[in-house]
């Protein structure tokens, strides 16, 4: 299975852009980019998934090196509600269909 | 949101009793899961369902089992809770094996 590896936390500025590092260097070519974020004591939420291409929705943006061994999640305009702990997980293809989440980012938006 | 309900959303019992939880969802999504997720261990996989009947285990499934007897209801059973089964479960639904997941809002669990 595809490790990914992220920073344990990182700090932004209330209305900045936060920009999220997740690396996947053994990423095999079927396997997709998910992010998932949890705020404090609730079930995790979907953020966005990508294979190859760069992927926007209302929530972020996915931005996926073209090795795809790297992708960086962006928000755009955080807010103190995006304080989370952010899950950058690789998944789909084969065997390998389930969700496994590792340690993740606790990102902390400061006012 | 997602339908989909977890119960109890809190229960304490006493070591050596049987408890089930139960997942339920409203979506008629053909994958569901159950995750606990403990303090410096993250969430981790107990046992999934890829339909009804259907079901395999995670990564941590020793002394948990499930049932999923129709597409909405997938129960989760401590045939025999230990201290160290307490914990925070969360169950997820999904569409397919390799799309997003969906997860409740968890069932806070404490065996004394």
């Known amino acids: 299975d595809a490790k990914t590896t992220q920073p344990t936390s990182m700090d932004c500025a209330e209305g900045r852009a936060a920009n999220l590092p997740c690396n996947h260097s053994t990423i095999s070519g079927n396997e997709y980019v998910y992010w998932y974020r949890q705020i404090h004591s609730q079930g995790p939420q979907y953020i966005i998934h990508?294979?190859?291409n760069n992927e926007t929705n209302e929530m972020a943006s996915l931005i996926i090196t073209e090795d795809r061994k790297s992708s960086t999640l962006i928000l755009p305009h955080a807010t103190l509600r995006d304080t989370a702990v952010y899950y950058c997980?690789?998944?789909?293809?084969?065997?390998?269909?389930?969700?496994?989440f590792g340690k993740g980012t606790l990102l902390t938006v400061n006012p | 949101d997602a339908g989909i309900t977890q119960s109890p959303r809190h229960k304490v019992t006493e070591t050596g009793t049987p408890v089930t939880l139960r997942c339920h969802q409203t979506e008629n999504h053909r994958y569901m899961y159950w995750y606990r997720q403990d303090p410096g261990h993250g969430l981790r996989l107990i046992h999934y369902?890829?339909?009804?009947?259907?079901?395999d285990k995670g990564e941590v499934s020793d002394g948990y089992s499930v049932s999923r007897s129709k597409t909405e209801d997938f129960l989760l059973t401590l045939e025999s809770a230990t201290s160290s089964q307490t914990s925070v479960y969360f169950c997820a639904i999904s569409v397919a094996a390799n799309t997003e997941a969906f997860f409740g809002q968890g069932t806070r669990l404490t065996v004394v």
């Open positions: 997980i690789v998944m789909g293809g084969g065997s390998n269909y389930k969700l496994t």
């Open positions: 990508g294979l190859k």
């Open positions: 369902s890829y339909g009804v009947k259907d079901t």
